[in-house]
Structures are given as C-alpha cells and as structure tokens.
C-alpha cells in the first residue's frame, strides 16, 4: 500500500531539469531545437523535454512564463488561459487547448510554482483537474554558458489526455508542437524568425 503511494504520488511530480548533451551545444548555437522524448514507466505516453537557445536575458523570457492570461498569445492551439490565483510563488493556472479534428478540446487547471533567480527561473507545475490523466512539466531558464543576454530554454512536458484518443496517436502527437512553440517565444522576444 506505502509502495503504492509513493508510486502515484511521483506521477505528480514536475520532472527535474537536466542540462543538454555535450554534443546538443553546435545546434543550439545554430538555432535549433533539441527535442527528446524519454519513456515514463508505467505510462503508454512518454515525457518531452526540449531545449533551445533565444538571445535575451532569463528574466525577460520568464516575464512571459510569468503571467498566465498572456499564454493564448504564444501557445500552440490555445483558446483560454486565465490566471486563477497567486500566492507567492505558487500561480494557479487554466487553460484550453484546441485539439485537430474531432479530438475535442483539453481543459486543465495547473498549479505552478515559480521560480525567480538567478541562477534560475521557471515554472513547474502540477494538475489540478481538468481531462488529463496526467498533465506536469516545467520550463527552467538559465543564462547560456554565463551569459547573462542570452537564455538556455528547458521545457518538459508529460501529458496524457483523459480522452477516447488511442495511445499510438497520443505517443506521435506528444510533443509534436512543442519545436514550433519555442520558436514562437523566440520570434516574440527578439524578431528573429523561427526556423
């Protein structure tokens, strides 16, 4: 029973933040990308972590992490995102997002705690409620290799909608929208265009 809990309870846990691979850097320096999807045991769908490299300061990207109601502006395929509660650093979240097709609409309130550095900055956060049987993540800003104008981007997500949807679909949708996100953020945060 004790064992069983410890095992739903890390279910819900953001996951940590872990730094890229030595080999990641050239492409990260080229503007790219660096996506990888890591199994979760005893999930069908695995997590998304991702990382990329924008030239402004940690602080001005967590501006926009910050402030929830700003995330129908960035996010891929959102409709609604309103910030519910803040308490200290705890932001309370909801948010929906507009499946393809006749897949519906996903619902979630996250609470999230927020992080403000230096060394880092970010958002992890937990579900709530909402129709996901699992809904955690977190982005963890850092200046790149000490340079304090530019932000290395880590973003991890593991979400496993509480739909009708068959896993296959959920295992090569996961995450495929996630490239284009933060190319979003960084075409916001400094013009440049995203690749």
Same mark, same amino acid.
């Given at each position: !029973?004790?064992?069983? *809990?410890?095992?739903?309870?890390? #279910? %819900?846990?953001?996951?940590?933040?872990?730094?890229?691979? =030595? &080999?990641?850097?050239?492409?990260? /320096?080229?503007? /790219?990308?660096?996506? @990888?999807?890591?199994?979760?045991?005893?999930?069908?769908?695995?997590?998304?972590? =991702?990382?990329? $490299?924008?030239?402004?300061?940690?602080?001005?990207?967590?501006?926009?992490?910050?402030?929830? %109601?700003?995330?129908?502006?960035? !996010?891929?395929? !959102?409709?609604?995102?309103?910030?519910?509660?803040?308490?200290? %650093?705890r932001v309370t979240c909801k948010v929906k997002i507009k499946l393809?097709?006749? *897949?519906?609409?996903?619902?979630? $309130? &996250?609470? +999230?705690?927020?992080?403000?550095?230096?060394? =880092?900055?970010?958002?992890?956060?937990? *579900?709530?409620?909402?129709?996901?049987?699992?809904?955690? +993540?977190?982005?963890?800003?850092?200046?790149?290799?000490?340079?304090?104008?530019?932000? #290395?981007? /880590?973003? $991890?997500?593991?979400?496993?909608?509480?739909?009708?949807?068959?896993? #296959? *679909?959920?295992?090569?949708? %996961?995450?495929?929208?996630?490239?284009?996100?933060?190319?979003?953020? @960084?075409?916001? #945060?400094?013009?440049?265009?995203?690749?």
């Open positions: !029973m004790i064992a069983a *809990l410890v095992w739903f309870a890390s #279910l %819900n846990v953001s996951p940590g933040s872990v730094p890229p691979r =030595a &080999t990641d850097y050239p492409a990260l /320096e080229r503007g /790219e990308v660096i996506k @990888r999807v890591e199994p979760v045991k005893g999930a069908a769908v695995p997590r998304v972590r =991702a990382y990329i $490299v924008i030239d402004t300061p940690p602080q001005k990207m967590f501006a926009l992490i910050d402030q929830c %109601n700003d995330y129908i502006k960035i !996010m891929p395929r !959102m409709t609604y995102s309103k910030e519910l509660t803040r308490q200290g %650093n393809p097709y006749f *897949l519906g609409t996903l619902e979630s $309130v &996250t609470e +999230g705690v927020h992080t403000v550095g230096p060394p =880092a900055w970010g958002r992890a956060w937990t *579900l709530v409620s909402g129709n996901y049987k699992r809904n955690v +993540g977190r982005w963890h800003l850092t200046a790149y290799k000490g340079n304090p104008k530019k932000t #290395l981007v /880590e973003y $991890v997500l593991h979400g496993v909608p509480d739909l009708p949807i068959p896993d #296959l *679909l959920l295992r090569k949708a %996961n995450g495929a929208a996630i490239p284009g996100m933060l190319r979003r953020f @960084r075409k916001r #945060l400094t013009g440049k265009p995203t690749r």
